[in-house]
């Protein structure tokens, strides 16, 4: 006799990210592509998500509705995020003949979200018909992700710098003793310096272009090991409505940028001052962990060392260090039995 509960033996991760998404199982990433999806308008059917999607954002005609579906790192139009998150769960595990279904589904989620948003993010994982849904803390499977021992009477800083949201929080015995959060991440930086262009230069330039720039020659620091080379812009003129193309270097981009990063030292400077003695005696000693895609940026260890005293390591692989936290939470549920948050 067939046995159908072999239809729900897999089990796997999600770490849905306001511009990127990554699936992965107990051992290994399966899929990370960014957060998007567009739409048939007159059928109401899935076109492409993820990359094929963000290739075709600002570029479609009226026929196809492009979406991102999460805002500021939280679900903002339901029914396209739950598309998204379907097909790609689709395309990381391949075509099957097993019937759809599975055992545990661990997604992370910011820790300032109310419940309404976590139960939100739960409905959607619930059309994929699993036997367990559970979230984590963005922060906490970053700190995992790292590989810092959360569960020791210890304090731990982590700032996570991702594309709509930034956390700091501070870590002992498994729970976060306080927490900073502030919406001034990867986004905003992208609109400041789509502002820029359009206040300095009469040139608009698409939010995608934007994002390449600050990925391309983004620094916050005058301090860097490597210039980067400047790099042409191409946009439009505002004033003659025809192609145009600027170059921009690595210094304009720190301007531009500069605003953000301050906004997120303050925060790490309050999370500090709010954060008991003996745990910022052990920060102190043990320093801040940085990690989220716009930890990347260049020079930002050293900027962060000189305004805040205290060591600061930047994640090697900062992009998945979410990702690699919650598959190692749902290898070994037991452990981090405490971690999970039910929706």
């Given amino acids: 006799m067939l046995n159908f509960d072999l239809r729900r033996k897999r089990s796997f991760g999600i770490d849905l990210g306001n511009n990127n998404t990554v699936v992965s199982d107990e051992q290994r990433v399966l899929l990370s ?7 048939d308008s007159r059928l109401a059917s899935v076109k492409a998500v993820g990359d094929e999607a963000y290739a075709m954002y600002d570029k479609t005609h009226p026929e196809l509705k492009p979406i991102k579906p999460l805002r500021g790192g939280v679900i903002a139009d339901f029914e396209s995020a739950t598309k998204m998150i379907r097909e790609m769960v689709r395309q990381a595990h391949g075509p099957s003949r097993i019937p759809t279904g599975y055992d545990h589904i661990i997604s992370s989620v910011p820790y300032h979200t109310t419940n309404v948003e976590r139960r939100a993010l739960v409905n959607a994982l619930e059309n994929l018909n699993a036997r367990h849904t559970d979230l984590v803390f963005e922060p906490i499977a970053a700190a995992i992700g790292i590989g810092l021992n959360i569960q020791e009477p210890e304090g731990k800083m982590v700032v996570d710098i991702g594309g709509g949201i930034t956390e700091i929080v501070v870590i002992s015995l498994s729970g976060i003793v306080t ?46 090991e490597e210039t980067p080379v400047p790099i042409l812009v191409k946009g439009k003129d505002l004033l003659r409505g025809l192609p145009v193309t600027r170059e921009i270097n690595h210094m304009e981009v720190m301007e531009i940028l500069d605003k953000s990063i301050r906004q997120i030292e303050v ?6 001052e709010k954060c008991p003695p003996e745990l910022a005696a052990d920060i102190y000693e043990s320093g801040i962990h940085v990690t989220g895609g716009n930890a990347l940026l260049r020079g930002l260890q050293r900027r962060l060392e000189q305004k805040v005293k205290i060591p600061v390591h930047i994640d090697s692989d900062a992009l998945l260090s979410v990702s690699k936290g919650v598959a190692k939470v ?3 549920p037991k452990k981090y039995r405490s971690v999970l948050v039910t929706g």
């Fill in 33 to 39: 592509q960014p957060s998007y999806i567009v739409l």
């Fill in 267 to 272: 925060a790490i400077i309050q999370t500090l």
């Fill in 179 to 224: 927490c900073q959060s502030i919406k001034v991440a990867g986004d905003t930086m992208d609109e400041d310096i789509q502002r820029y262009f359009r206040k300095q230069h009469n040139i608009a330039i698409g939010i995608k272009t934007a994002e390449q720039i600050k990925i391309l020659i983004g620094a916050v620091s005058k301090d860097l």
């Fill in 330 to 332: 749902l290898r070994e």
